[in-house]
């Protein structure tokens, strides 16, 4: 229970074209990570999956029945929102339990699921409480125990995380990857922090205008990116690339190398490109250095943190010759 | 920091504001005083001000002439039916417009409120004419029936406006959460709109109360409502001012403690959504 196939997923809001033409296939069970910069379509192209908004053409099956034209209440899937969107009328245990109402469920069983969701959340002692009185890491905790309690066939997560604050976020993020671990329900989860994406997928989707540019698993995307685009986005911090006569000399249009795959060295003639470094951001573990290469452009480096860089010093860059990655004129890797 | 305003300046406004609500209900108070006034002292040349000789007897003689429970059970029905009756229509027509509109939405409220500014005397003789062959003329329900048509263009107007306030995101959740449309409006919508849906109730048992014209033309003894009730008093048969105050008051009485009893709500309604 729970494979996701699109076929020819096509989405136009009036004469505007959002999604051009998607044929996605998610496998049951899988983490699966919509992943591409702000207005690519991720918050569409889920919400098409849904049910809540109608495609323009193209059939969408779960595990394998038509359910293009289906309403989203008899898709069995479960939604959870950015803006957490729970029942401000209803207390936390009628929040949980209205999906289980919907079903037509007994009285014992809600009680007993209800219970069940709000200890596996830790919630149990905020139950009678209304959401406006609960902090944003116990309502997403809530707006996750409505989404489990009636076991979907999938989950879907609309960037639930990013209206908590930095050490949270980290901690939810655990959070749903140990419940995915332990419900092994698909769960679909957009969002654009490219961290979030490679910690959290088994698999991921790079989105770019409405075109999937890449679908793999983390790994993959990282060392094997299939053009400039995904290069870019997967890796942090980014990718540094290279146009021109030098990149000409790698028989390229452009080459990257990511931060982490240089040597630094401060003796005089010891490396491929001379710069100066500009900013040094310590990080304690990690040091990002800001290079002014002569002739080239500002890259990013990264060292340990037991160097120490001043601004101004010149330094000495060799980039990992196995890990210099190589695109042609239209961004494809090559 | 609270603004500091000057005292001088506060006790202006308070003092205007005392003298408007006093004007505003000067008329009121000249038919509560009137109403226990006898005929001969409140037509008399030198107006008092207080009744001199306190009596109750208008309100028996107004009660002998013409059944004030009748007229009363009939504004009753009329104006919470209308209203009752507007709000399962108008229910459904502000969600639509509300969470799934269409390019034409804009122009059906527009068109719908248009109908408001045109004068109810412009439509008079057809109504009538088909409220004469339905043979609804002077009969409750009729009235019931014009009284919804009338206020439906407010009620739908002031449900969209408050159903705009809220987040689409909570209806669609409880879609995802298994719900057919039935149960996302009666379980999630329209709780959480229950302060703008009290506030048009009252706003239309109020106008619908209050209303004249149809209620006039379209009964004569049958289904008379309040409106019908007063306006039987300022009759050619000389000038009862006494009485009529007296029905005046008894016409207003219901209303008025109505709209002083639910007025934290009608005020909460009225500015719903403008102190977010
Ligand atoms: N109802 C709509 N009507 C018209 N255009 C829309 C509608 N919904 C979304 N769009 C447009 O579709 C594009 C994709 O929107 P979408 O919300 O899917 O982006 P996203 O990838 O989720 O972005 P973000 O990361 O900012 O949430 C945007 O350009 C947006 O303006
Ligand atoms: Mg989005």
């Not at chain 2, 390019?103 to 057809?126: C, Q």
């Amino acid at each position: 229970m729970g494979s996701i196939s699109l076929q020819n997923v096509k989405k136009s809001f009036g004469e505007v074209e959002i999604i051009p033409d998607i044929t996605l296939d998610i496998k049951e069970g899988e983490f699966v990570v919509f992943v591409g910069p702000s207005g690519c379509g991720k918050s569409t192209l889920l919400r098409l999956i849904a049910g809540l908004e109608d495609t323009t053409s193209g059939t969408i099956l779960l595990d394998g029945q038509d359910m293009t034209k289906a309403p989203p209440a008899r898709r069995g899937l479960a939604m959870v929102f950015q803006s957490y969107a729970l029942y401000p009328h209803m207390t936390v245990r009628d929040n949980i339990a209205f999906p289980l109402k919907m079903a037509k469920a007994s009285k014992e069983e809600i009680d007993r699921k209800v219970e069940y969701a709000a200890r596996t959340l830790n919630l149990s002692s905020y139950l009678d409480r209304r959401p406006r009185a609960l902090s944003g890491g116990q309502r997403q905790r809530v707006a996750i125990g409505r989404a489990i309690v009636r076991e979907p066939k999938a989950f879907l997560f609309d960037e639930p995380l990013s209206n908590l604050d930095a050490a949270l976020r980290v901690n939810m993020r655990l959070e749903i990857t140990e419940l995915h671990q332990q419900l092994k329900t698909t769960m679909i989860y957009v969002t654009h922090d490219q961290v979030e994406a490679m910690t959290m997928a088994d698999r991921i989707v790079v989105l770019n205008a409405g075109n999937v540019e890449q679908f793999g698993s983390p790994l993959d995307l990282y060392k094997k990116p299939a053009n400039r685009f995904v290069a870019g986005f997967i890796g942090s911090p980014r990718m540094n690339f290279i146009d021109g006569p030098e990149a000409a000399r790698y028989n390229a249009h452009s080459i990257g190398v990511r931060p982490e795959h240089f040597t630094i060295a401060t003796t005089p003639g010891s490396g491929t490109w001379k710069g100066k470094v500009g900013v040094a951001e310590q990080l304690g573990s990690d040091t990002f250095l800001h290079v002014h290469v002569d002739g080239l452009t500002l890259m990013t480096i990264r060292t340990d943190g037991e160097q120490t860089f001043n601004h101004g010093d010149d330094v000495y860059l060799t980039p990992d010759p196995t890990r210099i990655y190589r695109f042609d004129a239209a961004g494809k890797a090559i | 920091m609270a603004r500091t305003v000057p005292t001088s300046t506060r006790i202006g406004f308070t003092a205007l504001a005392w003298i408007i609500a006093l004007i505003l209900f000067s008329p009121i108070l000249w038919v509560l005083l009137t109403a226990f006034k006898t005929e001969a002292e409140a037509i008399a040349n030198t107006p008092t001000f207080f009744p001199q000789n306190f009596t109750l007897e208008n309100f028996g003689a107004v009660q002998a002439r013409s059944d004030y429970i009748k007229h009363a059970t009939n504004s009753i029905i009329v104006s919470v039916g209308s209203t009752l009756i507007g709000l399962i229509i108008g229910i459904p027509a502000a969600w639509a417009m509300a969470f799934a509109p269409t390019k034409r939405t804009k122009d059906v409220l527009m068109w719908m409120l248009s109908t408001k500014m045109m004068p109810a005397v412009g439509v008079l003789i057809p109504i009538y004419l088909i409220f004469r062959d339905l043979r609804l003329l002077d009969t409750v329900h009729g009235l019931t029936i014009i009284m919804t048509l009338i206020n439906l263009p407010i009620i739908i107007w002031m449900l969209y406006t408050y159903f705009k306030e809220i987040p689409v995101d909570i209806l669609e959740a409880s879609r995802m959460d298994g719900a057919e449309l039935w149960n996302e409006i009666v379980h999630v919508l329209v709780p959480m709109a229950v302060p703008g849906i009290a506030s048009t109730l009252l706003l239309n048992v109020i106008l619908a109360w209050n209303e004249a014209f149809w209620t006039i033309t379209l009964t004569s003894g049958r289904a008379g409502t309040l409106t019908a009730f007063i306006s039987s008093f300022s009759s050619p048969q000389g000038l009862f001012l006494a009485k009529l105050s007296a029905a005046s008051l008894l016409a207003i009485a219901p209303i008025l403690l109505m709209g002083w009893f639910s007025q934290k709500q009608l005020v909460r309604g009225l500015t719903f959504g403008a102190v977010k």
